[in-house]
T-cell receptor
Framework: QKEVEQDPGPLSVPEGAIVSLNCTYS??????FMWYRQYSRKGPELLMY????GNKEDGRFTAQVDKSSKYISLFIRDSQPSDSATYLC???????????FGSGTRLQVQP | GAVVSQHPSRVICKSGTSVKIECRSL??????MFWYRQFPKQSLMLMAT?????????EQGVEKDKFLINHASLTLSTLTVTSAHPEDSSFYIC???????????FGPGTRLTVT
């Protein structure tokens, strides 16, 4: 079993929809949680960073972390075609400097 | 967010030659840099972690003599693919972080094609 599980999709939604992306993990030592967006043939771009449990909002994006359930989410409101990309969750902690990534969810927002 | 550059963005080389890829942090001091490899439609695979002035730590299965990593300054790390072969063709991405936060910032990637 992978340390971080993420549904690969693709997830197709109409423009304006609310998108929910999720990851589950097994390592209870993880305490830093990030979401990256990656366009095709580009490097990942950091969208959100959350420490421990809780919510964080930035514009149309909201990140949630539930450490008791080992479950993290990224919500995108009023989705746009330009949001079409692969979204990667990543986490670290427990003395490990490197990030452990999910496999990525490919999102398609249809105009 | 912090900016990381990577050069070249694309390189084509002949089998048996060596290729060097540079990764630079432009507006912060990168105490730690990471090198990843990514195949089409797959997630990032960590190759190695390097700290400035120290030897890199390679992940299991990654040949340290083939993928030479140098992190000589707080803003520059290089990855040299030695005696490249067609199976080394891939998308190579670096990331960097400073010592105060866990966030990693990624470069734009380098597409290597070995013919």
């Amino acid at each position: 079993q992978k340390e971080v599980e993420q549904d690969p999709g693709p997830l197709s939604v109409p423009e304006g929809a609310i998108v929910s992306l999720n990851c589950t993990y097994s390592n209870s030592a993880f305490q830093y949680f990030m979401w990256y967006r990656q366009y095709s043939r580009k490097g990942p771009e950091l969208l959100m960073y959350t420490y421990s449990s809780g919510n964080k909002e930035d514009g149309r994006f909201t990140a949630q972390v539930d450490k008791s359930s080992k479950y993290i989410s990224l919500f995108i409101r009023d989705s746009q075609p330009s949001d079409s990309a692969t979204y990667l969750c990543a986490m670290s902690g427990g003395g490990r400097r490197a990030l452990t990534f999910g496999s990525g969810t490919r999102l398609q927002v249809q105009p | 967010g912090a900016v990381v550059s990577q050069h070249p963005s694309r390189v084509i080389c002949k089998s048996g030659t060596s290729v060097k890829i540079e990764c630079r942090s432009l507006d912060f001091q990168a105490t730690t840099m990471f090198w990843y490899r990514q195949f089409p439609k797959q997630s990032l695979m960590l190759m190695a972690t390097s700290n400035e002035g120290s030897k890199a730590t390679y992940e299991q299965g990654v040949e340290k003599d083939k993928f030479l990593i140098n992190h000589a300054s707080l803003t520059l790390s290089t990855l040299t693919v030695t005696s490249a072969h067609p199976e080394d063709s891939s998308f190579y991405i670096c990331s960097a972080r400073d010592s105060s936060t866990p966030e990693q910032y990624f470069g734009p990637g380098t597409r290597l094609t070995v013919t």
